[in-house]
């Protein structure tokens, strides 16, 4: 018998999925650009920082997904954790926001304090997420016991994932720096300025997307729990490896995470090589770039229940992986041909296009990883009996955040190797602010050479080097090298919808012989 969600359900988690990923990107976009650009915490610093906090969700994670997965309440065992968690990562988020300004010259106690803080709240902020991001992936596959419905809510919640991020997108940069411009001029600190733009845009946005978040609380669980049982924390990580084709997703996803560099990057570059720091208006480039990225990415998510009808999962995943890595190559090989001209139009459609086609080929292998483990989750049921939700869609959130972790470090050793670093980036922001004052120059960052000032000497197109290097090769080179593990994975179309009929004829055996029970009782 078919149980699946209403519209109303459907639309509730959508909205509260839009809002949960606001919150995510607000950090994922802003913050690295945030700790080096805003309060100049050293690039190396940043990039261990952050991969330790992955680290630490290796760990987090599968344990939040035993909790999901032992957790047993009148609302369910996903939906308790949508109710209560959305204001606590909301004040987490800001906390992150919250910090002094790293100064090489000051003294050591003081930089110990902004570097630890700013590794703390960060951490912080990661396992408050993880409580929240479980769950809301996670009860799609107890939203519903009909595969097509699965996979469609499944799509659908990528695209409203990626309009979300691409709020946050198109407005936290750009927001943060008229706003902090504008503080900087009225108290005289430019730095201080910018700082407070950012701490109040991630405060107003964060508002706005927790209200959405709390939405997602409207979903209901309708796939009864098989069993009971209740699975320790080992047990967990058994069951994440003892599962081969969830085991091949999962190396997979790590094997490709250099791609999310592109979107820690993308605020650097966007607000260096295109708007000079702030000093001039680069949003029509955002639009157009970034509305690339994402563009790609919605139609390729809208198509993917659709092909999955026609074409193998693991054909198209592996398929649109290995292509995706041409666009990214053809992005460093546009950079090497035009260099210091990418600003200009004929330039921007190339880049546009690439674009376009990179975001398509990953937003669909993220629908068809999240489809996929859906079918993981089905295939642990009918083989052990115990459904672990909460445990396979930790190994998503581990994915995306040991992938943010990878490429954390991987852009520190760039961005250090060139220079662009602390007291660099701060002399940067300076000396483009005043080329911009004085002669109204533009596309100084873009244009500009080796460059002595403030007592250093700043090296402009070591700088751009490495950040078109860094949104291009490493992403390129991994693509190719993720799809080895999936070239044998098990769960074949037929495979996957043979078991998902043989899990409802058992949920509708038991149902008969439930209702039969009060019955047999009174006899």
């Known amino acids: 018998m078919k149980q699946t969600y209403t519209p109303k359900e459907r639309n509730m988690y959508l909205i509260g999925l839009a809002g949960q990923n606001m919150i995510y990107n607000i950090i994922a976009v802003a913050m690295t650009y945030y700790f080096q650009s805003v309060i100049f915490i050293p690039t190396v610093a940043i990039g261990v920082m952050m991969a330790a906090a992955r680290v630490w969700d290796a760990i987090n994670d599968p344990m939040m997904g035993t909790l999901v997965d032992r957790t047993r309440t009148k609302w369910g065992k996903c939906r308790p954790y949508l109710i209560f968690m959305p204001g606590i990562i909301f004040v987490t988020t800001v906390l992150t926001f919250i910090n002094g300004r790293y100064d090489v010259n000051g003294s050591t106690a003081s930089k110990v304090l902004i570097i630890g803080w700013a590794a703390f709240s960060y951490i912080l902020w990661g396992m408050s997420y993880t409580v929240g991001d479980i769950p809301i992936w996670g009860i799609t596959a107890l939203m519903t016991n009909d595969e097509n419905d699965r996979n469609k809510l499944l799509s659908l919640a990528r695209i409203v994932a990626g309009l979300g991020g691409g709020v946050v997108l198109l407005t936290v940069l750009n927001f943060s720096q008229d706003l902090g411009n504008k503080l900087g001029d009225k108290w005289g600190d430019f730095s201080k300025g910018m700082q407070w733009g950012f701490i109040l845009v991630a405060l107003g946005l964060g508002f706005i997307a927790t209200a959405l978040f709390q939405c997602a609380a409207y979903a209901k669980e309708r796939v009864k729990q098989p069993s009971d049982e209740h699975k320790g924390f080992g047990d967990s990580l058994k069951i994440m490896w003892d599962c081969m084709p969830f085991r091949r997703i999962l190396i997979s996803g790590i094997i490709k995470a250099p791609m999310q560099i592109i979107t820690i990057v993308a605020m650097t570059l966007l607000s260096y090589y295109y708007g000079d720091n702030g000093s001039q208006n680069y949003f029509i480039y955002l639009i157009v770039i970034g509305g690339g990225v994402f563009?790609?990415?919605?139609?390729?998510?809208?198509?993917?229940?659709?092909?999955?009808?026609?074409?193998?999962?693991?054909?198209?995943?592996?398929?649109?992986?290995?292509?995706?890595?041409?666009p990214f190559a053809l992005l460093f090989i546009f950079y090497l041909i035009a260099g210091t001209e990418l600003y200009k139009p004929v330039w921007v459609v190339f880049l546009t296009i690439m674009f376009l086609l990179a975001g398509g080929a990953l937003g669909a292998t993220n629908v068809l990883q999240s489809v996929m483990i859906a079918d993981c989750i089905d295939y642990d049921e009918d083989r052990t009996g115990y459904r672990p939700d909460g445990v396979l869609f930790s190994g998503q959130s581990f994915i995306t955040k040991l992938g943010a972790g990878i490429s954390s470090l991987i852009q520190s050793a760039i961005f250090a190797a060139v220079g662009f670093s602390d007291r660099n980036v701060e002399l940067t922001n300076q000396f483009l602010a005043e080329q911009h004052k004085i002669s109204g120059a533009i596309n100084v960052f873009a244009t500009s050479g080796v460059v002595k000032f403030g007592g250093a000497v700043l090296d402009f197109p070591a700088y751009r080097l490495g950040m078109f290097l860094l949104i291009s090769i490493p992403a390129a080179v991994s693509c190719v090298v993720s799809i080895l593990p999936m070239l044998k994975y098990e769960l074949t179309n037929e495979k996957s919808a043979e078991i998902l009929d043989r899990l409802n004829a058992r949920r509708a055996l038991d149902a008969e012989k439930e209702a039969e029970q009060p019955e047999q009782t009174e006899e």
């Open 295 to 326: 563009g790609g990415m919605i139609v390729a998510m809208a198509f993917v229940p659709k092909l999955c009808e026609k074409f193998e999962k693991k054909t198209l995943y592996n398929v649109l992986t290995a292509a995706s890595s041409i």
